[in-house]
Nanobody
């Protein structure tokens, strides 16, 4: 079965850096795109960054210049490098993978906490 495993979320001080990773396994179908979303308490889940199979990326305005998404196609892995973290970045971060034929799958989420 399809499984997305995320790692890297911790408590970090404002101005610090983190790298999140997510690996997808259990599917024979190609991956069309991968991305990261986040949800803060009491707020809607929002897009953070996505990357297509061709390498095209897009970012939320709030993270442009601070976060970088990348992928390793051979390993079906996606990364989110985060720098200059702010308290408003505090959220559960979810990995998303868009499989051809199967559709979208979500990871379990990993908590990123940036105290004020």
């Amino acid at each position: 079965q399809v499984q997305l495993v995320e790692s890297g979320g911790v408590l970090v001080q404002a101005g610090g850096s983190l790298r999140l990773s997510c690996v997808a396994s259990g599917s024979l179908f190609r991956i069309k795109a991968m991305g990261w979303y986040r949800q803060a308490p009491g707020k809607q889940r929002e897009l953070v960054a996505t990357i297509t199979s061709g390498g095209s990326t897009n970012y939320a305005d709030s993270v442009k210049g601070r976060f970088t998404i990348s992928r390793d196609n051979a390993e079906n892995r996606v990364y989110l490098q985060m720098v200059s973290l702010k308290p408003e970045d505090t959220a559960v971060y979810y990995c998303n993978v868009d499989f051809q034929w199967l559709g979208n799958y979500w990871g379990q989420g990993t908590q990123v906490t940036v105290p004020s």
